[in-house]
């Protein structure tokens, strides 16, 4: 493992954003929902495609907060752009648990 220096690390803008849109995005090669994400005001909502089809099912997503990486270049995604990375865990069983707060927080509260 590479370590990193703490200015490294305060260049990550990780913030927390409520997602208020999800649906199935067919054209990505491996199985993802398009989402859309409230990152609070001075950011706002961003798109993201997110690889957590195994755990989760769009309804259910609607309205839960997650932790997303912001100050990523946009990337191109199929059809998509993709402009922020939600973050999560891989399961031995390669499933992705999504990394969220506890409890509940600003849209926009920066992991420090």
Do not use: H
């Amino acid at each position: 493992m590479d370590s990193i220096t703490w200015d490294d690390f305060e260049r990550v803008e990780l913030r927390v954003g409520t997602i208020v849109a999800a649906e199935p995005f067919p054209e990505a090669r491996r199985p993802a929902y398009r989402l859309q994400v409230d990152f609070g005001t001075d950011i706002g909502v961003r798109k993201s495609s997110a690889q957590i089809t195994d755990l989760y099912d769009c309804d259910a997503l609607v309205g839960k907060q997650v932790v997303g990486v912001v100050n990523f270049p946009p990337k191109q995604i199929g059809p998509m752009r993709s402009e922020c990375l939600i973050t999560g865990f891989y399961r031995d069983d390669g499933a992705v648990v999504l990394a969220v707060p506890d409890q509940p927080v600003a849209n926009g509260a920066k992991l420090g």
